[in-house]
């Protein structure tokens, strides 16, 4: 009998059997970032543009009259 690796089924193989056969299938993003990107809500709160308006709405004391 020759030495020919029979099929077992993924479930009864081993966790790390398992795990070897799923690292081999998975692949790279290269040079996708895989992140989520979406423009912001211009009608959300921004804490921080209200932030920087509050202190540029403050005007400055006028001495010259």
């Known amino acids: 009998m020759s030495e020919e690796k ?3 089924p993924l479930k009864k193989q081993s966790k790390q059997e398992q795990k070897k056969f799923h690292a081999s299938k998975r692949g790279t993003w290269g040079e996708i970032n ?3 990107r ?3 809500n211009p009608k959300a709160y921004n804490r921080k543009k209200s932030m920087s308006d509050s202190l540029n709405d403050e005007k400055p004391v006028n001495d010259s009259q």
Do not use: L
Request: avoid cysteine.
């Open 6 to 8: 029979k099929f077992i």
């Open 38 to 40: 979406k423009p912001p």
């Open 34 to 36: 895989p992140v989520t």
